[in-house]
């Protein structure tokens, strides 16, 4: 399917446009419109700094991205995993670690997302949600981002990581002044929320040493008893960073798709009730969400050589960024784009948790999560409307950072 030809100003620069500064979903998707048909490989020079002092490359195109997800020989994560990425260069495993480095602590996290492990959270996390909207509708409204998904997200990491109570509350009450000082590139700011993200992960790993628990039910647990290549246990230094890594992955995407199918479904009383009368179509209906409201821009890899996409070369050793929220709505591949479709044919080829060996490790537990949240949402009400503005996050995320919604329940 042909895509549609957007017509942007005569003066449009990539540098200053709504794919690369702004926050509005609607504005970025129509750029990204515009750039598959006409850049699909452009060139960014904002975020200096953050990509090394040579801006990054941007790609927006499905089967390029899908390509480069795909081949992590050459498209390597260890130089530069996000855009913008933390100046300090830190690498945590096993987001900014390639190949036989990448693999035992991928093997850990991999043990713990089993589906018998699945079914066992799922079950928690129920209990957990009902909670939540307890509060909700006890008021009547309330903001799913903020006052749902945030306390979901730290509920989800509770569980499955088994963290203590204290644990818990100090990653939830760290996890927004991290975020919005990374938006903000206040880094002293970012540092101190991490800081308190290792003292959980140091705390987890030391207790984990003297009391082991089943590999297949805690991270911790798993990756004390992986080795690395040369067959030595995994050092303390990267252990502790693959719990502080751990620690926030359910933290930002989840609350923010979890706005953007509220708003759709606020928005189409049809689906809305269709998807409360017959519950089984939730998991697709989830699918084609995470397709059409991916929660991130993109994530960044480096070329280990110079490639070449759509006649264009990109040097090695420059960022790329692969736009997943861009290729999700590529109409080659997916017609209609911006429409929801359940039971789209090729929905699983989408790319809303990435592809290959990188691709998001804790997809079982996130579509999980996504499940318990759409379903109780859907039980608990008779109807639901949007109730006040929209706030918007910022690069690297797509979507909704706060979701005023009034809820009906009789």
Known sequence: MAAVDVQLPQLWDINKSEAV???DPQKIYKEYDYLRSHCPVAHVDVHLAESGGHGFWMLTKYEDIKRAAGDSDTFISSKCAL???DPRGIRR???KFDGEQHTPYRTAIDRTVKPSRIKRLEKILDAHANDLFDGLLAKGQGDICNEFGAEFSGLIEKEWLNLSEE?????TDNVRPFVQSWRTGDWEAVKRASDAFYVIARDVIADRRVNPRDPEEDPASSLLLERDAQGELLDEFNLVGAVRQALIVAMVAPSILQGAMTVHLAKDKALQNKLRSDPSLVPSAIEE???M????RGFARTATCPVTFQGSEIPADEPITMTYAAANRDPDVFPEPDKFILDRENITQHLGFGRGKHRCAGMPLARMALKVFLTTLLRRTKDFDIAGAL???RLPEIGLLSCPVKFHVS
């Not at 644990?167 to 990653?171: E, T």
């Open 21 to 23: 500064m702004a926050n």
């Open 83 to 85: 855009v913008p990425s």
């Open 93 to 95: 495993p096993p987001l």
């Open 167 to 171: 644990a818990s509350r100090m990653l």
């Open 289 to 291: 969400f995470i397709r």
């Open 293 to 296: 409201y991916t929660p991130y």
């Open 391 to 393: 706030g918007f996050a």
